[in-house]
């Protein structure tokens, strides 16, 4: 369905005010003409004719002459009329130039930035796309915007991080997230807590690949996810249980506040996250999934995990989950209970149906005198999803879409670990290569990430995944909220690796705040005759916004909302 924008000549002004503005135009000048006329007759000892439009025409047919005195005045008249208009427009200027305008010109001037820039981000792709195909080495990357001064285009560079905060009704899903999963390299992950990202960008990404939504909470009208995805496949060995168990942890445990507001003794608390992990080493080791773990979980008696890792060689992990399982019974039902908690997602069925297989595994373990057997029997199937296999998607023009809210009906633990190992598979499969980098980057768009995507683990990834070619581009519309998530140091670090933008619409804006001195982040060098001045506390939508690509390089520059320069709506 077409989107029919209505479009805006420059000043920011309709067609039909221009066309009003030329009339008016027209019929001074003529004015100015005929009064010219009449003081140059009056000079010369001319009959002069009272009616403007009749003088004009008498002069047009030769009945009346133009004396040289008529010229004179005109261009001195004329010339006093063009000044009058130039000085009127200079301070209608002045007026109305915002804070955030005035501010532009103390900051880092275009010539001096040095990075996201279309001619420094291809300088850059000879080196960090060298092995991707011609016509993706051609992107300049995903749109940024404009400086104030200077009009010149950013983009996100293939090897930086960005990350965005703006409050309520400033654009920021259509200025950034739409623009940049349009415009991405290769693949794309995406999440969301609103329908509007993947409706404006499903049709777009159809044509670069297949699109993989998953929509447990009808973020888009009716819950949907279109696969299964078996979130053990990468996990081998204790440390990767360990990781996808703290994927779950950080999903289902909220926010750092929320963790340390928690009357939660911090053995159970650590020891459910390591018993978690043990119990998913068990399920991967027979090609389970994660429907046995929590059966396994709600049984802590259950000795079929201890003998899956057993026989696998996994004694000293085995061992650990016999000793949980010889605790006094009060210390064993708080540890379990933890556990399963982590995992309480997918008590709903509809939930679960993300994580299982068309066919599940009866998988029972049994010891005799001399080896410890166990067996495995497919069940019937129950549906004909197609799975989705993160280490396939890393390397395709694939999107997924991954929706979710906040609330007690929340599937952001499923979201989370579903994030956490694409990011996992895309990190692995960069490491493995000669130049330790993905030949195409993954874009991972976490548009309302401090609702979406909730991994602790995050400020981490930003201080080296994009130099795996993993690029993350994180939303957030409140500084608290993002801080309430990763804690005080994690935002700090996210922001420090990071192209960081200000959008607007927050009462304390994190570019100049959180005890970071305006001068440093003004540009150096500064001119010497021009100080820093204090920045503006907030900017409306639409304006221009600060843009950081270092914690000494500061800009503004104006966002390119996606509805100015895109037709296609496929809502």
Not at 48 to 77: C, D, E, K, N, Y
Not at 117 to 135: C, I, M, S, W
Not at 314 to 342: K, N, T
Not at 544 to 563: D, E, I, M, V
Request: include cysteine; hydrophobic fraction near 45%.
């Amino acid at each position: 369905m077409a989107r029919q924008t209505r479009r805006r000549t420059t000043g920011g002004l309709g067609e039909e005010t221009w066309l009003l503005l030329i009339a008016l135009g027209v019929i001074a000048v003529a004015l100015l003409a005929w009064g010219a006329l009449s003081a140059g007759s009056w000079c010369a000892g001319l009959p002069i004719t009272a009616h403007p439009v009749a003088a004009l025409l008498q002069v047009m047919v030769g009945q009346h002459r133009w004396p040289w005195q008529s010229s004179a005045i005109f261009v001195v008249a004329l010339a006093v009329v063009v000044a009058l208009a130039s000085v009127f427009r200079r301070r209608w200027a002045a007026m109305r130039r915002s804070d955030i305008d005035k501010a532009a010109r103390t900051m880092v001037s275009p010539r001096h930035i040095s990075a996201a820039r279309q001619q420094d981000n291809a300088t850059a792709g000879e080196r960090l796309l060298k092995d991707a195909p011609a016509e993706v080495r051609a992107l300049p990357g995903p749109p940024l915007g404009r400086t104030v001064v200077g009009g010149v285009e950013l983009f996100v560079p293939a090897e930086m991080g960005v990350f965005i905060a703006a409050g309520q009704r400033t654009g920021k899903t259509m200025a950034w997230a739409i623009p940049a999963v349009l415009s991405a390299w290769g693949p794309v992950m995406a999440t969301s807590n609103k329908p509007d990202l993947y409706r404006h960008t499903v049709l777009g990404r159809e044509q670069r690949g297949r699109v993989w939504l998953c929509d447990l909470q009808a973020v888009t009208g009716q819950p949907v996810c279109g696969f299964w995805v078996d979130l053990l496949s990468r996990v081998h060995t204790l440390a990767a249980a360990r990781k996808l168990a703290s994927f779950f942890v950080s999903g289902a445990s909220g926010s750092a506040s929320e963790r340390a507001n928690a009357r939660v003794d911090s053995y159970f608390d650590g020891g459910a996250q390591e018993l978690l992990s043990l119990y998913l080493l068990a399920a991967a080791c027979v090609d389970g999934d994660l429907l046995h773990v929590a059966e396994w979980l709600s049984s802590d008696q259950d000795q079929t995990p201890i003998l899956i890792l057993r026989h696998h060689n996994h004694v000293r992990a085995a061992q650990r989950i016999l000793d949980a399982q010889g605790l006094y019974a009060r210390q064993r039902d708080g540890l379990y209970d933890m556990a399963r908690r982590f995992l309480n997602v997918l008590s709903d069925e509809g939930y679960a149906t993300m994580i299982t297989p068309p066919a599940r595994k009866r998988v029972t373990a049994y010891e005799t005198s001399e080896s410890i057997v166990i067996d495995t029997t497919l069940a019937a199937a129950t549906h004909n999803l197609p799975e989705f296999k993160p280490a396939e998607f890393i390397t395709s023009n694939d999107t997924l879409y991954a929706l979710s809210m906040t609330g007690p009906d929340s599937a952001a633990a499923l979201t989370a670990a579903l994030v956490g190992q694409i990011l996992e598979s895309a990190l692995a499969f960069a490491r493995a290569r000669p130049d330790g980098r993905l030949a195409v980057p993954l874009l991972a768009v976490l548009d309302e990430a401090a609702n979406c995507a909730l991994i602790d683990a995050l400020p981490s990834y930003y201080t080296y995944a994009a130099g795996c070619g993993v690029i993350l581009l994180t939303i957030v519309q409140v500084l608290e909220q993002a801080e309430d998530l990763w804690g005080a140091n994690g935002l700090t670090v996210i922001r420090a690796q990071s192209i960081e933008i200000y959008g607007g619409n927050i009462a304390t804006p994190p570019i100049w705040s959180s005890g970071r001195d305006w001068s440093t982040t003004t540009t150096s060098p500064t001119p010497p005759d021009r100080p820093a001045r204090e920045a503006p506390t907030a900017a409306p939508a639409g304006a221009p916004n600060p843009f950081s690509t270092s914690p000494n390089s500061l800009a503004c520059r104006k966002t390119a909302p996606w509805s100015d320069s895109q037709a296609t709506n496929p809502s």
